[in-house]
Structure formats: C-alpha cells, structure tokens
C-alpha cells in the first residue's frame, strides 16, 4: 500500500521496479481512516482469499516538534495524531489480517532506538515508537495462539523521506558510524534481510521481540 495520491504512488512504483518486480498488488491507503482500512483488507481477502505476513511501516509527526527543545511544548493535537498513524495503526492493522491468517502467518513493525532512550530532536516520535514496540508485544501475546508470531525490527538511522525531518539528522549519522561497534552505519537491505527472516519460517520460534539491526550501536553504554 501507499499513501493517496499519484506522487507518493510514483515514488512507491519506482521502489518496487527497482527489485525486478513486475505488475504488483499496490492500493492506496489512509491508515488514518478506519473505512480505509476495511476497505483495503477487504480487497486483500477478495483478491487473494488470505495473507501470510504484514508489514507496518508507517509513521508520521509534525515535523515542526521533530527538533530539540521542541518536546515540553508539544500540542495535543500533535501528540495524538503521532500515536494514531504511528502506533495505533499497528494493532488496527493486526485486527483486520488476523482474520485473513488462516494457516497463522508474521507481523512486523519498523521502529527505532529513541523508542528506548531519548534521542535530541526525536522528541513526540520516540514516545510514539515506544507504543509501537509496547503494541508488539501485547499483539504477539493475543495472536500467539493463532500461531501468529508478532514483532518489531529497530533499525539504525538510514537515509529516508522521515529521516530527513528529525533535526540534527546528520550528526545522529555521524555519531553511529564513530560510537557502532562495527563502525559504521547500516543500509536498507540490512533492515530488509532481517525482515525477511522475520516473515519467514526461518524465524518461526521467534515472536514478541524487538530486534536491533543498528551495527550494535543500542549495546555500547556512551
């Protein structure tokens, strides 16, 4: 899925053309609309009759409160609409293809390390990530019995459109690749391997977990 619009729906195809895949199953999708929602996964069902795993990587807040300093004075509304797209949408997402998951199936999510500390500048999208991995676990408990293993992937930093919004992006870069204990820092691919394994049986006694693929920056204690 993508976000409404031709623009994001371009930049989506050129993604997926670019691994070799040709004709794919694409719809637009508000994850902030609950009839959108339905009808997304309803179109999943009738298209395919049932799903196998589910990736949510969706996230969004005001990028004006995405710089340090910014956090005490955060706007209700700002606050709210950060849980809802960013946390929130995970267990709508759940509860919609579970259903679908007849033979049990994986879920993951994306979330990053200033979920677990606070990271300057992150600010309202760190305690959005932190319910996102809180929302992993209780999700993993309820499904586990419908042999539907849930979990979260934190990555490191990597060079995307909602990256580039958090203030002193570079510096977080800079800092990772000195302080990583491999010394540098992560790609994408990386991030999709572990995915990957996650959503396969590779990974089938693995659920409930937060999983760090960040060249082990979150071990190192300065």
Do not use: C
Not at 28 to 50: T, Y
Not at 102 to 110: D, H, L, N, R, V
Not at 197 to 212: A, E, K, M, P, R
Request: hydrophobic letters at 45%; proline letters at 4%; aromatic letters at 8%.
């Amino acid at each position: 899925t993508h976000l409404p619009g031709e623009k994001m729906q371009r930049r989506v195809l050129k993604a997926i053309e670019a691994l070799g895949i040709q004709q794919p199953w694409l719809e637009p999708m508000d994850a902030g609309s609950d009839a959108d929602l339905d009808r997304v996964f309803a179109k999943i069902g009738a298209d395919f009759g049932s799903l196998d795993f589910l990736v949510h990587s969706i996230a969004f807040a005001d990028k004006d409160w995405l710089r340090e300093g910014a956090f005490t004075a955060t706007p209700r509304m700002v606050f709210t609409q950060a849980m809802d797209i960013s946390a929130y949408t995970f267990a709508a997402m759940a509860n919609r293809a579970a259903p679908l998951m007849t033979k049990g199936g994986s879920m993951i999510a994306m979330s990053y390390y200033g979920a677990e500390k606070a990271v300057p500048g992150y600010n309202v999208m760190g305690v959005a990530k932190a319910a996102l991995e809180a929302t992993g676990r209780y999700l993993a408990l309820e499904l586990g019995s419908k042999a539907i293993r849930v979990n979260v992937i934190s990555g490191g930093p990597l060079r995307t459109m909602s990256a580039m919004a958090v203030g002193g992006f570079q510096e977080i870069l800079g800092w990772m690749e000195k302080k990583a204990p491999l010394r540098r820092n992560i790609t994408g691919g990386e991030v999709g391997d572990t995915a990957v394994w996650l959503l396969s049986d590779l990974g089938s006694g693995v659920t409930g977990q937060t999983i760090y693929v960040d060249a082990g920056y979150s071990i190192v204690g300065l």
